[in-house]
């Protein structure tokens, strides 16, 4: 049963008095079945922030085997993930396991819940399917039942509301929460509400999905059977799966399994993270029920896995978070492998941070969180004993990053002739005739070396294991079928320390299929122990070592519309929307923008020197909002800078990019 936990502070999701006035971006729920039908969301200005721009990848439908659905239920929802455009909370809750995750539910009581775009961008990116919520509860819900199911066309209609929400936002699908009791009349029409959803929704985006939640039964009576059976079989027949109710008993999986038959892995068994009857009794002991259910070969719903965050389990929440998913890795194994398909890029970006950084320099230095900006997450393995190791391995957020506001830290002792490595990546990616191109880059102290060890396989040819390093690697001969040193690139000015190597190779008809990384020290003729620290900061796959090629400025059309000014003349304040498209008509296929602005007075126009340009945020799609810009008072003319990035991490050179000047001196 989904309820609101008692010790929630439930946040306002509420739109804003006026959705179509201009405002900061957010992302809200829908809250009446009038508003569903009337379509308002699509004339609210904050329609076009909410659409995700990462596309799932191709062939990530669900595989024949157990799967791992999470329900995230936290606060009421809409909290620091409302913010569209990115908050100021460098602790907002997030999920970097994407690796352990077959699909994603945003829940909230609210009728219909639509997923921020932040969490649709980056499961996406992770291969991970989206739903949102349809859910129907209390006194308010049977009134909302009454008219949703008082006739055929009326259940056809809402289901066409809810699928177009779904194909215009970008997200997969739906979770049906029916949690009120209804009038055995009023079952064919809920069944032609399911089926209909479920049908439109399969014709309109191939692949999605529609989740029914263990709640009414056959006969119109809420009553949690906490297992797939002949009370609630008939819903699951006409949908992609059902979500049972965490009350569920030893044997249950089995016994819905062999209901189920060739569906058994459709069949989604519930576990409350917070424990309230779960089997196992959840938190620590989630794993407990994973085991089980993994045993009666059906697969998993774990609901409200931010129970770690809200709980503040010590003794942070990133120590936690990597324990707690680590013992659902234990249990399950990995579900998601990457890379799968080239180009390939990570920053380690978590979406969250104390800076951001743009090829190695730093361009903002505050708190800051957008989990659209997540790039793939490392599967890194965290033991229970930590002690054991010599290096800690973590993803960092303090030490300075090469890109965006995270990376990867590696600090401990090591000895003289000792190495310690560690997973990075788990992959699929077959090897085509073009050579490959490794690039990478590291900082370190002393005598401190990175290496990547990949492993490729074939069919033919058997499994090969080639190590990347620059110094030092003459005892590695034996352990690797070939040591390669990689090309030191020049890395740019604002970069210090940074260090960029590049490897090119050819491997046809290889698959690679797992990276690690390898830290040694390089310490000729000292056999001490040695302090060991470095940074990897990014990696780079691709088929090419060439620079993208982005579209010049003059391919663009940069527009500002709402612009609004505040303040007085002395503090004046700018807020408006900026749009951008290509001239040509064509879809963008860059998933990012990075927005900086130039303030110029008249003296620096004269004057030209060294350009100041501060970065205002980040946008995921063709248009963002500024809000509240301080403007100095002898400003006379601003420039809006729109710098494209693309998928393999390469940036525009500020002084190529589109651009929007507005002029100042109009403003009394």
Same mark, same amino acid.
């Given at each position: 049963m989904m309820s609101d936990r008692s010790d929630d502070q439930i946040s306002d999701p509420t739109p804003p008095s006026d959705p179509s006035k201009p405002s900061i971006p957010i992302s809200y729920p829908i809250q009446t079945l009038e508003d569903l039908d009337s379509r308002t969301y699509f004339t609210s200005f904050h329609y076009p922030f909410n659409k995700s721009s990462v596309p799932l990848r191709p062939n990530s439908g669900l595989a024949q085997r157990p799967r791992i659905l999470v329900c995230h239920d936290m606060q009421g929802g809409y909290v620091d993930d409302k913010w569209v455009q990115g908050g100021g909370n460098s602790g907002a809750y997030a999920i970097w396991h994407w690796y352990l995750i077959d699909a994603?539910?945003?829940?909230?009581?609210?009728?219909?819940?639509?997923?921020?775009?932040?969490?649709?961008?980056?499961?996406?990116?992770h291969g991970v399917q989206v739903l949102g919520t349809f859910i129907t509860e209390g006194d308010e819900g049977t009134t909302i039942c009454n008219k949703l199911l008082s006739t055929k066309e009326s259940a056809h209609k809402y289901a066409e509301r809810l699928a177009e929400l779904a194909v215009a936002l970008g997200f997969d699908g739906w979770l049906l929460n029916m949690e009120v009791n209804l009038d055995i009349e009023q079952i064919p029409n809920l069944k032609e509400f399911v089926s209909h959803l479920t049908q439109t929704m399969h014709s309109s985006v191939p692949g999605s999905l529609v989740i029914w939640y263990d709640s009414v039964t056959i006969d119109g009576t809420v009553s949690y059977q906490n297992q797939l059976n002949e009370q609630n079989k008939p819903f699951f027949d006409i949908c992609d799966g059902i979500f049972a109710n965490?009350?569920?008993?030893?044997?249950?999986?089995?016994?819905?399994?062999?209901?189920?038959?060739?569906?058994?892995?459709?069949?989604?068994?519930?576990?409350?993270?917070?424990?309230?009857?779960?089997?196992?009794?959840?938190?620590?002991?989630?794993?407990?029920?994973?085991?089980?259910?993994?045993?009666?070969?059906?697969?998993?719903?774990?609901?409200?896995p931010g129970w770690v965050y809200e709980s503040k389990q010590p003794p942070d929440f990133q120590t936690a978070q990597n324990r707690w998913w680590g013992l659902v890795e234990k249990s399950w194994a990995i579900?998601?492998?990457?890379?799968?398909?080239?180009?390939?890029?990570?920053?380690?970006?978590?979406?969250?941070?104390?800076?951001? !950084?743009?090829?190695?320099?730093?361009?903002?230095?505050?708190?800051?969180?957008?989990?659209?900006?997540? !790039?793939?997450?490392?599967?890194?393995?965290?033991?229970?004993?930590?002690?054991?190791?010599t290096i800690e391995v973590r993803v960092d957020f303090k030490e300075a990053s090469y890109s965006g506001g995270g990376n990867l830290t590696f600090r401990g002792t090591?000895?003289?002739?000792?190495?310690?490595?560690?997973?990075?990546?788990?992959?699929?990616?077959?090897?085509?005739?073009?050579?490959?191109?490794?690039?990478?880059?590291?900082?370190?102290?002393?005598?401190?070396?990175?290496?990547?060890?990949?492993?490729?396989?074939?069919?033919?040819?058997?499994?090969?294991?080639?190590?990347?390093?620059?110094?030092?690697?003459?005892?590695?001969?034996?352990?690797?079928?070939?040591?390669?040193?990689?090309?030191?690139l020049t890395t740019p000015d604002n970069a210090p320390g940074w260090v960029i190597q590049e490897v090119s190779m050819a491997m046809h008809g290889y698959t690679l299929t797992e990276i690690h990384v390898v830290c040694y020290n390089e310490q000729p003729g000292n056999s001490n122990a040695a302090e060991y620290f470095a940074v990897l900061g990014h990696i780079k796959i691709s088929t090419s070592d060439e620079n993208t090629e982005f579209p010049p400025s003059t391919s663009w059309i940069v527009d500002g519309q709402d612009v609004e000014w505040g303040g007085s003349q002395g503090s004046k304040t700018l807020s408006l929307k900026i749009s951008w498209k290509l001239k040509d008509g064509k879809n963008p296929p860059y998933p990012r923008y990075n927005i900086y602005v130039e303030k110029l007075t008249k003296q620096s126009i004269r004057t030209p020197g060294r350009k100041v340009r501060e970065y205002v945020g980040v946008a995921h799609v063709q248009t963002f909002y500024v809000s509240q810009l301080a403007i100095p008072s002898a400003t006379s003319s601003l420039k809006f800078i729109v710098q494209v990035c693309d998928v393999d991490g390469a940036t525009q050179k500020l002084d190529d990019a589109p651009l929007f000047q507005l002029n100042v001196s109009s403003f009394a």
């Open positions: 994603f539910v945003y829940f909230s009581h609210y009728l219909v819940t639509l997923p921020p775009p932040c969490w649709t961008n980056t499961a996406h990116r965490y009350w569920w008993e030893e044997e249950y999986p089995k016994l819905s399994a062999k209901v189920a038959g060739e569906r058994k892995f459709d069949v989604y068994m519930g576990i409350d993270v917070f424990g309230r009857g779960t089997y196992g009794g959840g938190q620590w002991n989630t794993n407990v029920a994973l085991d089980v259910i993994k045993k009666g070969d059906v697969s998993a719903a774990i609901y409200a579900d998601q492998n990457y890379p799968k398909e080239l180009p390939f890029y990570s920053n380690f970006d978590q979406g969250h941070g104390n800076h951001i !950084s743009v090829d190695g320099e730093q361009v903002l230095s505050t708190q800051w969180n957008n989990i659209s900006l997540q !790039s793939f997450q490392p599967f890194l393995e965290y033991a229970d004993d930590s002690a054991s190791k090591l000895e003289a002739k000792a190495s310690f490595s560690t997973r990075l990546f788990s992959g699929q990616l077959l090897m085509g005739t073009l050579p490959l191109h490794f690039i990478y880059s590291v900082k370190s102290e002393g005598n401190s070396r990175v290496g990547l060890s990949l492993e490729f396989s074939s069919e033919t040819e058997g499994k090969k294991k080639l190590l990347l390093a620059s110094q030092g690697t003459k005892r590695f001969w034996s352990e690797f079928s070939e040591v390669i040193v990689p090309h030191q």
